[in-house]
């Protein structure tokens, strides 16, 4: 059995850190990600890694340093928040494009302007598109599990992608929370040694990264990225039932809770989930048979599971904690609407943006939802598909 | 690998991440057709001082034992610095177009 212990979702995931014990860790300190760097940084202070911890001037650089190591051929991560991803970006698409399997903790937070520094998904989900893999936590048990799985659904020779690891910013990053770690040895076991097939430092096979690579290859190379995420779904259900033998805890894209007799639901992300299972908690009391999906996996979108799932509904509600600006809704929305599309019996789908730059969300506002959603069962039809739920007028 | 092979391969039979597993492998990427003008050469005129071939940034002048033997049109592109650095009083490299140039 692991350890039960109390820690803030920052310090379980520095914790997971520790206990891979990567090559290279470079990192830059921001809001609300900070704690993970400084925690870090002091197990390599005590020498309890072996990491070489680059500290760097930017997160450009950050990214950089870590891709750098990466095709060195060692393990490398590094985190970050929001304006820092949003200054990684160039080499956020590169990483990716590639194909490193660095990990990232992304804690997440609003992106300027107006700065902020509380939770919402915009920063990640402009990343949505970078060839990255995506795993959204709910809670900090889940930050940590999720962080020591995306090693090795990273490092899988069928995948070799990098994951951002995302975890809501304050509301798991800076709230202790009960949760099992594993011991270190299991960790170790589970994750095992790096050695990649190609790499900068293998002085016996020389080869190039980053050559020039235009109109008649350049296709080629971003076909194997799609192809590569659609081997990432394999990977993430096998890694997640393999870690659910080691710890108890099985992962897989997403979380069903009271779903399977529901005849309404509720799509979210993140820490959201737990107030809304709550919220389909007191429906049930009253008889709604209210369920809700929480998506673990954003990237890869896992559309055939979700539309196997969520087709026999009457009705189902989008949470996104971002908006893209396209007068559609957030990306969660458009991505499950279409998903469903021309699936016969597919539910009406309606989309709630809320939480932007940490604005709170209580029990009431996702039982509000639901009763929405019950209107929108009986009717057959959406009054508005995009709504901003807890907005001032 | 990248290049002008005349049959390319497809997604499922090239190296991931566009990485090069050859090493000298720019030799392969036959540059000359970028060109839309030559340089060239006058045997006669030559003094051998091989400043162009020091220039080239592309190693496109062919030497043997310390003498220019002529250019390699493989892999010249054209950019006319070996003609810019030619001697004035010697003017051994003049650039031509194409179509002007016949073949070398």
């Known amino acids: ?393 | 690998m990248s290049g002008n092979a005349t049959v390319k391969s497809g997604w499922k039979d090239i190296p991931r991440g566009g990485y090069i597993l050859e090493a000298g492998n720019a030799e392969q990427y036959k540059t000359g057709d970028w060109r839309s003008r030559r340089p060239v050469w006058d045997e006669k005129r030559c003094i051998h001082c091989l400043r162009c071939w020091v220039f080239c940034p592309d190693g496109s002048i062919l030497t043997e034992a310390g003498k220019m033997t002529g250019i390699d049109y493989t892999h010249c592109k054209g950019c006319g610095i070996c003609v810019e650095e030619c001697p004035d009083k010697v003017q051994a490299l003049k650039m031509v177009p194409e179509g002007e140039a016949g073949e070398a």
């Not at chain 1, 990600?33 to 400084?38: A, E, K, L, S």
């Not at chain 1, 799985?149 to 690891?165: G, K, S, T, Y």
């Not at chain 1, 989930?273 to 429906?283: I, M, S």
């Not at chain 1, 600006?325 to 957030?330: A, N, R």
Request: glycine share 8%; charged share 20%.
């Open chain 1, 1 to 393: 059995m692991g350890k039960r212990v109390a820690l803030t979702g920052n310090e379980a995931i520095a914790f997971a850190m520790r206990q891979i014990d990567p090559d290279v860790v470079a990192a830059y300190p921001i809001t609300p990600q900070t704690d993970i760097v400084q925690y870090f940084s002091s197990f390599v202070a005590d020498g309890e890694v072996k990491t070489e911890f680059v500290t760097v001037e930017s997160e450009h650089s950050a990214m950089s340093a870590t891709l750098g190591a990466s095709a060195a051929g060692c393990r490398a991560m590094t985190a970050t928040s929001s304006n820092g991803l949003a200054l990684m970006w160039e080499v956020v698409y590169i990483t990716a494009s590639f194909r490193l399997p660095v990990v990232m903790p992304v804690v997440n937070r609003a992106l300027s302007a107006p700065i902020n520094i509380h939770c919402d998904h915009s920063d990640s989900m402009g990343a949505r598109d970078s060839g990255w893999i995506q795993l959204y936590s709910e809670n900090a048990q889940e930050a940590y599990d999720n962080v020591i799985q995306a090693l090795r659904i990273a490092e899988h020779a069928d995948v070799r992608l990098p994951v951002m690891v995302c975890s809501d910013g304050f509301i798991i990053s800076h709230s202790m929370q009960n949760l099992e770690l594993l011991e270190d040895e299991k960790v170790k076991a589970f994750i095992g040694e790096y050695k990649s097939d190609y790499y900068l430092l293998d002085v016996d096979n020389p080869l190039t990264m980053g050559a020039l690579d235009l109109y008649d290859f350049y296709f080629e190379h971003k076909r194997q990225q799609a192809e590569a995420m659609v081997n990432a779904k394999r990977v993430i259900l096998d890694v997640g039932k393999e870690f659910g033998l080691l710890s108890g805890r099985e992962y897989g894209f997403f979380e069903k809770y009271r779903l399977d007799d529901a005849e309404i639901a509720l799509v979210v992300m993140g820490s959201t989930a737990g107030t809304a299972k709550a919220a389909v908690n007191q429906l049930r009391e009253q008889g709604i048979r209210a369920g809700l999906l929480k998506l673990r996996v954003f990237r890869p979108f896992p559309h055939e599971e979700l539309k196997a799932t969520l087709s026999g509904l009457k009705a189902v509600a989008v949470m996104d904690r971002a908006e893209s600006f396209s007068t559609l809704g957030g990306p969660l929305f458009t991505e499950l609407r279409s998903a469903l599309y021309g699936e016969p019996g597919a539910p009406p789908v309606v989309d709630h943006i809320y939480g932007l730059g940490g604005r709170d969300i209580g029990v009431e506002d996702i039982i509000w939802i639901y009763e929405d959603l019950q209107g929108i069962a009986e009717k057959g039809t959406l009054r508005a598909p995009v709504n901003y739920l807890g907005v001032r007028e």
